[in-house]
């Protein structure tokens, strides 16, 4: 595959014909039935209109633009139509997403790739939604959405970031942090903090922490109840006083020695080896607002 990153040539902007909006492709966008890609409309359409999440097939060689650069390997002159990353278009949402859905070359080959944009993700695809190796000790509640942070991750600490699994690393949080000084909200004594996220790109709700259920006090000793979600006020930016935000995580791990001491070996059939991810001993929650970037330090809480 042949992508063309001049450094200064701004060649005018390509502007889309009838013909190319309605290059809808054959599929649903499903895991079950991808998108069949056969032409270079159909993949400019794939990748502005597919959404991040969506699956496709190419099902044809593909040449993007015929004769973008000369036998000497330079650029042609000419007006050319960009390409934007796939997870990298911003025209949604006014940020990027990760792309989570599938692109099977299915052996063919895509060429002639034009992007002359300087981004913080380029190529055919901008940045990929991970999935992490199943050996990180990651809590049950947070496999599927939690992005380990490879260098601050050890034996007894798991650091990360939330990453709903539609890509989109924004949300609005719920949480009952202020419970006990807030008048107007509704709570019961024995109330643990809970945590919500509502992913902005497809308002997925997630539980990011329930005292009642994880950490060693939640999960061991349960001292708490969970708290309603209609008790939960939305976490505003006293900064700019937006609520969207990114959302972090540091979780300081239990000794699985230990669990299996205190717990497993005492109470055989209240819990098994692997609960020892869900008996973590404390947790950091940060988060840092979309709007004005301010980074806060909100929940540290020890849970042992
Ligand atoms: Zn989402
Ligand atoms: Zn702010």
Not at 102 to 121: A, E, M, P, V
Not at 186 to 209: P, S, W
Not at 219 to 233: I, M, P, W, Y
Request: aromatic share 10%; net charge negative.
């Amino acid at each position: 595959m042949l992508l063309y990153l001049p450094e200064d040539h701004r060649l005018g902007n390509w502007r889309a014909s009838a013909e190319e909006v309605s290059a809808e492709p054959e599929g649903e966008g499903t895991a079950e039935s991808p998108y069949q890609i056969s032409n270079a409309d159909q993949l400019y359409w794939f990748v502005e209109h597919g959404g991040v999440s969506a699956h496709a097939k190419l099902t044809n060689n593909i040449v993007a633009i015929e004769n973008l650069v000369n036998s000497s390997g330079d650029l042609n002159g000419g007006s050319y139509r960009s390409w934007t990353p796939i997870g990298a278009s911003e025209s949604a949402y006014g940020y990027t997403c990760a792309f989570s859905g599938t692109f099977d070359g299915d052996g063919h080959t895509i060429s002639g790739l034009y992007d002359d944009k300087s981004r913080t993700y380029s190529g055919f695809v901008g940045e990929l939604s991970g999935r992490n190796h199943m050996n990180y000790p990651i809590p049950t509640h947070l496999k599927t959405i939690f992005r380990v942070n490879e260098h601050e991750t050890n034996a007894s600490n798991l650091s990360g970031s939330i990453v709903c699994d539609c890509g989109c690393k924004y949300f609005t949080i719920l949480h009952n942090e202020n419970r006990q000084y807030d008048q107007s909200i509704r709570y019961g004594e024995q109330d643990g903090l809970k945590v919500v996220a509502i992913c902005n790109n497809c308002r997925k709700k997630h539980l990011v922490f329930d005292e009642a259920t994880q950490g060693y006090n939640g999960l061991v000793c349960g001292d708490f109840k969970t708290a309603l979600d209609s008790c939960l006020s939305d976490y505003i930016c006293h900064k700019c006083g937006s609520t969207i935000f990114s959302i972090s995580l540091d979780i300081e791990i239990e000794d699985k020695e230990q669990f299996i001491e205190e717990c497993v070996n005492e109470y055989p059939d209240k819990f098994s080896l692997d609960d020892y991810i869900d008996a973590f001993d404390w947790i950091t929650i940060n988060v840092c607002c979309k709007k004005c970037s301010k980074e806060i330090e909100w929940i540290s809480l020890e849970l042992s």
